[in-house]
């Protein structure tokens, strides 16, 4: 029902950005993904532009991820 770009920063998804189904990554750079529940990935290991229906706790890093909710 919506999408929330997270570029350059530290992300957290508390709120009312709780809740997501997925994320997909439209460059990498250096970005750290923790899922809701689990161990971090790096961004640079996934295939960007690819849906991963995981729940993101925190995104963090340089890249661009694209959070689905």
Do not use: C, H, W
């Not at 809740?19 to 993904?33: C, E, K, L, R």
């Not at 690819?50 to 661009?64: A, D, M, N, P, Q």
Request: proline letters at 1%; hydrophobic letters at 35%.
């Amino acid at each position: 029902t919506k999408i929330k770009t997270t570029t350059a920063e530290d992300f957290y998804a508390t709120s009312s950005f709780m809740g997501s189904s997925g994320f997909i990554i439209q460059s990498a750079g250096n970005s750290v993904i923790t899922p809701t529940e689990g161990d971090s990935v790096s961004a640079s290991n996934l295939t960007a532009k690819t849906l991963y229906e995981i729940g993101v706790r925190r995104v963090s890093g340089s890249g661009t991820v694209y959070i689905v909710y």
